[in-house]
């Protein structure tokens, strides 16, 4: 999560929304991202997103079922979506998202008993440190 963090913090750096994801395989980083939706002018550049797209070029595989993705902030519907069709192994995420979490706060999406995969989640790790960087980037813009 520490490595998510420092993503995060990247993102605030850069102006974006400060979530930051890493892919883990074997305790190895394979891939990391950082939101990028305004620097791309693209919806979709979701730091999990590119996380995963990441991973899935690093390794050869689309299918992730040996990886962990480490997330600073609950994800979205997309994103949720994306991890599923990924086969991501496990989802830990730090700050909850009672507006767009889909992963237990609004929907849960990850865990839909009509999917044919459903990864192990974990939420709420450091979620203290997540969710401080959330309240400061959004305080310093109002």
Known sequence: MQQAL???RA???????????VVV????????????????????SHAEVLALREAARV??????????LVVTLEPCAMCAGAIVLARVGSLVFGAWDDK???????GDVVRHPRLNHR???????MAEES????????????
């Open 6 to 8: 420092e993503q995060a």
């Open 11 to 21: 993102a605030a750096l850069a102006g974006e929304v400060p979530v930051g994801a």
């Open 25 to 44: 395989r074997d305790g190895v980083v394979v891939a990391r991202a950082q939101n990028r939706m305004v620097r791309d002018g693209d919806a979709t």
């Open 59 to 68: 390794l050869g595989d689309a299918r992730l079922t040996e990886c962990a």
């Open 100 to 106: 767009a979490g889909m992963c237990g706060s609004v």
């Open 119 to 125: 990864p192990e989640v974990r939420g709420g790790v």
């Open 131 to 142: 969710t401080a960087l959330l309240r400061e980037f959004f305080a310093s813009r109002r």
